[in-house]
């Protein structure tokens, strides 16, 4: 079945605790996103990545790293967290020749207390 | 940013009655996206319209964009209570996507 799958899919950690959010497609597609969603905001792009060991910041990427060094796999890393990263975080691959429809994985629910 | 934004927020109607939400943005466009989302889940395509076309459909969906007015809307004919959901427009220039606040529909059996 294609899909993108996310790990874990709720998380609560502490301000300052390293942590990972992993994200992997077996679509073999050549486009990553990484997406925060908050109440009356939308969806905010953090940072994308237009194939292996090639990425590019969104809207909001202060606060988050990423990584592309496997075409399926696209983590997103939070060094530092802090409670305003507290968010439900999506990712989504795409591909050029769908138009880049983005097809979405089912979403980490993080707090950072 | 070219935020999209749509309108209205939250919009409640009866089964059977259609559905209509537009969307603004700001700078150009490649193309525009319309995607639904069921509370607190992942976002679901749903259609996309060029930026040289005017009007697409797909099912009970109509989609309009006006590049001149920088506005498109998105009308669901014959809603269903399955189609309560949020429903967002996103923009896109290259891999940059640009998603609204989303309308937040309702269908009342």
């Known amino acids: 079945e294609a899909q993108v799958t996310q790990n874990p899919r709720y998380l609560i950690t502490v301000t300052g605790k390293k942590l990972t959010v992993t994200c992997s497609q077996n679509?073999?597609?050549?486009?990553m996103s990484w997406y925060r969603q908050d109440p009356g905001l939308g969806l905010r792009q953090i940072y994308y990545?237009?194939?292996?060991?090639?990425?590019d910041k969104g809207d909001v990427p202060e606060g988050y790293k990423v990584s592309r060094k496997e075409k399926r796999n696209f983590p997103l890393i939070l060094e530092s967290p802090s409670p305003n990263q507290t968010s439900l975080y999506f990712c989504?691959?795409?591909?050029?020749?769908?138009?880049?429809?983005?097809?979405f994985g089912p979403g980490t629910r993080l707090t950072v207390t | 940013s070219q935020q999209g934004e749509e309108d209205p927020q939250a919009l409640s109607i009866q089964e059977g009655e259609n559905a209509t939400m537009n969307c603004s943005y700001k700078?150009?466009?490649?193309?525009l996206q319309w995607y639904r989302q069921n509370s607190g889940r992942g976002l679901v395509h749903l259609i996309l319209?060029?930026?040289?076309?005017r009007e697409k459909h797909s099912g009970r969906l109509r989609v309009t964009l006006d590049t001149s007015k920088k506005s498109s809307s998105l009308l669901i004919t014959a809603s269903r209570a399955a189609d309560t959901a949020s429903y967002f427009c996103?923009?896109?220039?290259?891999?940059?996507?640009?998603f609204g606040p989303g309308t937040r529909l309702s269908v009342l059996p």
């Open positions: 700078t150009s466009i490649n193309n």
């Open positions: 679509m073999n597609h050549e486009y």
């Open positions: 989504a691959s795409s591909y050029a020749g769908s138009n880049y429809e983005q097809y």
């Open positions: 996103a923009t896109s220039y290259g891999q940059n996507f640009v």
């Open positions: 990545s237009m194939n292996v060991e090639v990425t």
């Open positions: 319209i060029r930026s040289n076309e």
